[in-house]
Nanobody, 119 residues
Framework: QVHVVESGGGLVQAGGSLRLSCAASGRIVSINAMGWYRQAPDKQRELVATITRSGLTNYADSVKGRFTISRDNAKNTVFLQMNNLKPDDTAVYYC?????????????WGQGTQVTVSS
């Protein structure tokens, strides 16, 4: 069984920063891509950023230049540094990991962490 757990969300004023963390644990052989998605009220879930095992990154246009994704392969963790936050960044942020497992390989998701940016 594989667990994915996010942390680091909270309330911040516009222009502020937050750092999200996500750790995958369990019967993991390896993790390919990891990423962050977000879902605002009454909106569809959208991609924020992804990172491959080798470190190649991809960002949504709306966060380029403000957010940075990184990972620690040895600890099966991924981070999202969010700077210059805007009220439009308010959403539940979800971590995902493409896991190669001893039992069930596939995409695993965390429960989400709330990020609220006040104006």
């Amino acid at each position: 069984q594989v667990h994915v757990v996010e942390s680091g969300g909270g309330l911040v004023q516009a222009g502020g920063s937050l750092r999200l963390s996500c750790a995958a644990s369990g019967r993991i052989v390896s993790i390919n891509a990891m990423g962050w998605y977000r879902q605002a009220p009454d909106k569809q879930r959208e991609l924020v950023a992804t990172i491959t095992r080798s470190g190649l990154t991809n960002y949504a246009d709306s966060v380029k230049g403000r957010f940075t994704i990184s990972r620690d392969n040895a600890k099966n963790t991924v981070f999202l540094q969010m700077n210059n936050l805007k009220p439009d960044d308010t959403a539940v942020y979800y971590c995902t990991a493409e896991v190669i497992s001893l039992l069930f390989s596939g995409d695993y998701w965390g429960q989400g962490t709330q990020v609220t940016v006040s104006s």
